[in-house]
């Protein structure tokens, strides 16, 4: 099952976490990765969960991991993926929609917290935030940061943006994160978290397009999965969940697949404790039984 691509990577060996996964446990007693049998890691990352599902495999097994920060590949080009590598259909399939400890130290601006170049990509041939925020109209802002954050602040938010940008172009995360404190009320959800938190998740799911990719590859399942794969999704966002809730729900209706979590599996308290991370992640998984992609 060997390849000639350049843009991604057979791992045949162990490699060293560099983040600790979330749900790892949960992860893999519902993937159940057997030796011989042909995995992705679709969001390898910090190769946190990819290590232990290698480990399971082994021996005579194959893990394709895929990141589209170091491959320039996305999870959602998976169909044509493997059928460009004659790779044939998986057993089964990890997305990790999460970012890593090594993104958020990478200089993108995800974080914050940190002063960083307003990037927000994980892939760097994309359009930086900093542009997209000085493209879009105080009005498509505004929607952005209400749909997809809930923001309740979201036009104060979004015109503060807008007027500070005519002054001066908003070039990094400090910057931007300064203004969003400004525009909200002293008592910002009594302290709770961070004015900023909810509109850098926003801009940072607009930037990478992560719901369109999420969908993109939820249809494509069929063309990713033999029947008896097994799929997991952690998600980080309500969007994201509901949006794997109601295809795995659409799917098993149709016969396609057999649901095996019937709530999302969520971390433990002593797992948040170590792991903050992973307070807002939820795991679902299935089994593929069709061989048609929704369409």
């Known amino acids: 099952m060997n390849s000639n691509s350049s843009t991604h990577q057979l791992i045949n060996s162990l490699t060293t976490p560099a983040h600790q ?5 949960e992860v893999i007693a519902l993937l159940d990765p057997k030796p011989g049998e042909f995995f992705i890691d679709g969001t390898s990352g910090g190769n946190g969960h990819t290590a232990v599902i ?21 999870y959602a080009d998976l169909p044509d993926l493997l059928v460009n590598n004659q790779l044939g259909l998986v057993d089964g399939l990890l997305l990790d929609l999460g970012f890593s400890s090594e993104q958020l130290g990478g200089q993108r601006g995800f974080s914050f917290m940190k002063d960083e170049p307003l990037l927000m990509t994980y892939n760097p041939e994309r359009r930086p935030a900093k542009e997209i925020i000085k493209k ?3 009005e498509d802002l505004t929607n952005i940061i209400k749909v997809y954050g809930e923001e309740r602040y979201a036009g104060r938010i979004a015109k503060a943006i807008k007027t500070a940008g005519k002054n001066k172009p908003i070039e990094t995360t400090s910057e931007l994160a300064a203004i969003i404190k400004k525009a909200v009320p002293a008592s910002y959800e009594r302290g709770r978290i961070h ?7 926003d801009l940072r799911i607009y930037v990478n397009q992560e719901l369109e990719n999420l969908e993109t590859a939820l249809k494509s399942l069929g063309k990713i999965l033999k029947p008896g794969g097994r799929v997991a999704i952690i998600s980080f966002h309500s969007l994201e969940d509901r949006l794997v809730k109601n295809y795995f729900r659409d799917y098993a209706k149709a016969g396609y697949m057999e649901i095996i979590t019937r709530k999302p599996v969520t971390s433990t308290a002593e797992a948040t404790t170590h792991n903050p991370r992973s307070r807002s992640a939820k795991l679902r998984a299935a089994v593929w039984l069709g061989s048609s992609a929704k369409s």
């Open 195 to 201: 004015p900023a938190t909810r509109t850098f998740m």
């Open 21 to 25: 996964p979330v749900l790892l446990n």
């Open 54 to 74: 290698r480990e399971k495999l082994t021996p005579g097994g194959k893990l394709l991991s895929i990141d589209w920060e170091k491959t320039g590949e996305n």
């Open 136 to 138: 879009l109209n105080e």
